[in-house]
């Protein structure tokens, strides 16, 4: 990866949860990462929390909740689980974790 290479590795910031935290310590351990990689560690790691704090509330409350006049409509949050999913994936592949060649940059048609 082209950039500036971070020669001590920073601990994890405080306010990510125990299995974010886990996985930024796996991943510096793991990985030369630049000063760019770090940001994308920091937003995939707040992203994980994120998606385990919308993931037991639906749990909690349940796939569907009552709609205005009592039907049953999806649960608002499953929205921001799909997105949250969406965004760990691609802050992850940003960061090129397998060390494989560079996915192939052009968009499928």
């Given at each position: 990866?082209?950039?500036?290479?971070?020669?001590?590795?920073?601990?994890?910031?405080?306010?990510?949860k125990?299995?974010?935290?886990?996985?930024?310590?796996?991943?510096?351990?793991t990985?030369?990462?630049?000063?760019g990689?770090?940001?994308?560690?920091?937003?995939?790691?707040?992203?994980?929390?994120?998606?385990?704090?919308?993931?037991?509330?639906?749990?909690?409350?349940?796939?569907?909740?009552?709609?205005?006049?009592?039907?049953?409509?999806?649960?608002?949050?499953?929205?921001?689980?799909?997105?949250?999913r969406?965004g760990?994936?691609?802050?992850?592949?940003?960061?090129?974790?397998?060390?494989?060649?560079d996915?192939?940059?052009r968009?499928?048609?």
């Amino acid at each position: 990866m082209p950039g500036k290479k971070v020669a001590d590795a920073p601990g994890p910031p405080k306010h990510l949860k125990r299995r974010s935290r886990s996985f930024w310590r796996s991943v510096v351990a793991t990985y030369e990462l630049t000063e760019g990689d770090y940001v994308l560690l920091r937003s995939a790691c707040e992203t994980m929390d994120r998606l385990d704090e919308v993931r037991a509330l639906i749990d909690e409350e349940g796939l569907t909740v009552p709609g205005s006049k009592g039907q049953l409509r999806p649960h608002p949050l499953l929205g921001a689980e799909k997105d949250a999913r969406i965004g760990l994936a691609r802050l992850l592949r940003e960061l090129h974790l397998e060390g494989g060649p560079d996915p192939d940059p052009r968009v499928p048609r």
